[in-house]
């Protein structure tokens, strides 16, 4: 079982950036795929960005493709997200979350596929 703490969330003006940060506990963290969640109010959750077991593959979201990079930290037990270029339609809860998986290649994209989650961390964007 791994347990999963954000940071790093805040307040910040269009177009500036924030670093999310995930640490976790536990001495397997390498055995885990991790991605990151959003949810703004009255909106489901949605996938924003995901990386396999020793950074092997990553995926993003369409909507932040090209503006946010999610990396991992084995050696710490913590998966980062760099959100930059944020626009008011990134403000929401964010949530990273962890799939324990045997292969490098796997990538989970949909919110169910995860076993364990984080508290989230509130991201806001104004304009």
């Known amino acids: 079982q791994v347990q999963l703490v954000e940071s790093g969330g805040g307040l910040v003006q269009a177009g500036g950036s924030l670093r999310l940060s995930c640490a976790a506990s536990?001495?397997?963290?390498?055995?885990?795929?991790m991605g990151w969640f959003r949810q703004a109010p009255g909106k489901e959750r949605e996938f924003v960005a995901a990386?396999?077991?020793?950074?092997?593959?990553?995926r993003y979201s369409d909507s932040v493709k090209g503006r946010f990079t999610i990396s991992r930290d084995d050696a710490k037990n913590t998966v980062y997200l760099q959100m930059n270029s944020l626009k008011p339609e990134d403000t929401a809860v964010y949530y990273c979350?962890?799939?324990?998986?045997?292969?490098?290649?796997?990538?989970?994209?949909?919110?169910?596929?995860?076993?364990?989650w984080g508290q989230g961390t509130q991201v806001t964007v104004s304009s």
């Open positions: 979350a962890a799939d324990p998986t045997n292969s490098v290649l796997t990538i989970r994209t949909i919110h169910w596929e995860y076993d364990y």
């Open positions: 536990g001495r397997t963290f390498s055995s885990y795929a």
């Open positions: 990386i396999s077991r020793i950074a092997f593959n990553t």
